[in-house]
């Protein structure tokens, strides 16, 4: 994620468990050590540290949990800088940090993610539905969350569970690449901008997360829509 806040804190993590989500991402759970609770605000990342070659390697990675007052926390990692995740093993830890985050007070919203972009995200809605009480008086959200297929829509039945239990949320699985089976929505994420939005305009707030195209082609949505910059949340890797 953006590199251009230095974290301010530097402790050390333990890997608890770990679930493969696609041959190319792992869900990791990770506990702080240094202490008994781990606070951050959902939508911020961390920065992970190990020794590599002789070398201190630094990767970057969206808290993908929300905060619970406890000293755990999960990241959605791919590539090759924790490829062996074995339970124990130790890294170093800087964060949390970084901006994509909730606004306040909280508007009707859109959440556009796609890959490991939904990783904050995922953050974000944990939070806002925790509570049934609270979640019932949320305002609208819709999510549209992009794959190539169907094995790569992470936590797709967790999504479908809170839009069944809360008619004020909205899920909209989106493929690029899906076969003749595939019923849903196709093609990319920015694609199905507008009709999630309806008729509503700059009083909604939208967040996305993405490669730098994807935020880019949505950003230019927005602003030709007339959005303001406070009501474009936006993080891309």
Not at 121 to 146: K, W
């Amino acid at each position: 994620m953006s590199e251009d806040t230095k974290p301010p804190e530097s402790l050390t993590a333990r890997l608890v468990r770990s679930e493969a989500l696609t041959p190319e991402v792992t869900r990791m759970e990770f506990e702080v050590i240094d202490q008994p609770s781990f606070d951050f605000r959902p939508g911020q990342y961390i920065c992970m540290m190990r020794q590599q070659q002789g070398e201190v390697a630094r990767r970057y990675y969206s808290i993908a949990s929300a905060p619970d007052g406890t000293n755990r926390f999960e990241l959605c990692v791919g590539g090759s800088f924790l490829a062996v995740p074995e339970p124990g093993m130790s890294v170093g830890l800087e964060g949390p940090a970084g901006n994509f985050l909730l606004r306040e007070p909280l508007r009707k919203s859109v959440f556009l993610a796609h890959g490991t972009g939904i990783a904050p995200i995922r953050a974000m809605l944990r939070h806002l539905f925790a509570d049934e009480n609270e979640a019932r008086e949320r305002p609208p959200m819709t999510l549209i969350f992009g794959a190539r297929t169907p094995q790569y829509l992470y936590f797709q039945e967790e999504f479908e569970a809170i839009e069944r239990r809360h008619p004020n949320f909205r899920f909209y699985p989106t493929l690029s690449r899906a076969d003749n089976g595939w019923s849903g929505r196709r093609g990319h994420v920015q694609a199905h901008l507008d009709g999630a939005m309806g008729n509503d305009g700059p009083e909604l707030d939208v967040y996305f997360c993405g490669c730098p195209e994807m935020v880019a082609e949505v950003r230019a949505q927005l602003v030709e829509r007339g959005f303001d910059e406070e009501a474009m949340i936006h993080e891309k890797y």
